[in-house]
């Protein structure tokens, strides 16, 4: 009951702030950036290993902000150069900090923008989608891009709860199985089709590409986070959301559907 009530007032509040305006989405966005970092830098709080908390949170900032104003058409493409130099600072920083381990103190840090920041940052690029109307907040895709997650990992927990026998990756996830991960593509591949009939703009044929990029690209986004927590030896990166633990637990999918999509986009629709 915990679980059903907080996952329907999780996605009323996602659909009611991304759909609102683009403010709310930003802030949205940003809210579940920083509570990614946190539950990401908290695997790392017992260990020896201490990355730059400071440039995590504010070079993750920036990388957002920015690309929210380049995507809405405020500021030009080529400030987003000028966000990589920051990448250095970490290193640079790090001579200051007087660690054990720098070398592992870097490669945490900056391991945290490249898997949570940029990814994140590049949602903003689905939002305001040149091909749709340039430089319009359109929420359209995302939503479809979660509504495409949403059903695949409904269908295939259904699918895979039913009849799920062979283990899909026993090592990281021993829950998860082919047979739930065929029902669940199916399920989201016959979902692209209805999602076609909102975005016309977008052919059927690229639905389907973009329906199966999506379930390739969440299904590791989901194994990479599960394989973080079996190495920590932590069941949840956290419990915001009661009976779905963390939001890194709820997004992992995510992280890596959002860069896939948006180059598919760029390279097939745009």
């Known amino acids: 009951m915990t679980r059903t009530?907080?996952?329907?007032?999780?996605?009323?509040?996602?659909?009611?702030?991304?759909?609102?305006?683009?403010?709310?989405?930003?802030?949205?966005?940003?809210?579940?950036?920083?509570?990614s970092i946190k539950e990401y830098l908290s695997l790392f709080r017992q260990s020896e290993v201490k990355p730059n908390r400071f440039l995590s949170y504010s070079i993750s900032i920036l990388f957002f902000?920015?690309?929210?104003l380049i995507a809405g058409g405020t500021i030009g493409i080529k400030y987003f150069l000028?966000?990589?130099?920051?990448?250095?600072v970490i290193m640079a920083a790090e001579l200051?900090?007087?660690?054990e381990k720098p070398a592992e103190n870097i490669a945490v840090t900056i391991l945290s923008i490249i898997y949570l920041a940029i990814p994140l940052s590049l949602v903003n690029f689905l939002v305001f989608p040149?091909?749709?109307?340039?430089?319009?907040?359109?929420?359209?895709?995302?939503?479809?891009?979660?509504?495409?997650?949403w059903t695949y990992d409904s269908g295939a927990y259904l699918v895979g709860v039913s009849i799920g026998k062979h283990r899909l990756f026993e090592r990281i996830?021993?829950?998860?199985?082919?047979?739930?991960?065929?029902?669940?593509?199916l399920i989201a591949i016959g979902a692209s089709f209805f999602i076609s009939t909102i975005i016309p703009e977008i052919r059927i044929i690229h639905w389907i590409a973009?329906?199966?990029?999506?379930?390739?690209?969440?299904?590791?986004?989901?194994?990479?986070?599960?394989?973080?927590?079996?190495?920590?030896?932590?069941?949840?990166?956290?419990?915001?959301?009661?009976?779905?633990?963390?939001?890194?637990?709820?997004?992992?999918s995510l992280f890596f559907a959002a860069p896939v999509i948006v180059v598919y986009l760029k390279l097939f629709i745009e």
């Open 5 to 35: 009530i907080t996952g329907i007032v999780f996605v009323l509040v996602m659909l009611t702030a991304i759909w609102a305006s683009e403010y709310t989405y930003a802030l949205l966005f940003l809210l579940i950036l920083i509570g």
């Open 65 to 68: 902000l920015t690309t929210f």
């Open 82 to 88: 000028a966000l990589f130099p920051l990448i250095l």
């Open 96 to 99: 200051y900090r007087k660690q």
């Open 130 to 149: 040149e091909f749709l109307n340039s430089n319009s907040y359109t929420p359209r895709l995302l939503i479809a891009l979660f509504g495409l997650i």
């Open 173 to 185: 996830s021993p829950k998860k199985s082919w047979e739930g991960a065929i029902g669940g593509t």
């Open 210 to 252: 973009i329906s199966i990029l999506t379930i390739v690209s969440s299904t590791f986004g989901d194994l990479t986070e599960s394989m973080f927590k079996r190495y920590f030896g932590i069941k949840d990166s956290g419990n915001i959301l009661p009976g779905h633990g963390g939001v890194l637990d709820r997004f992992d």
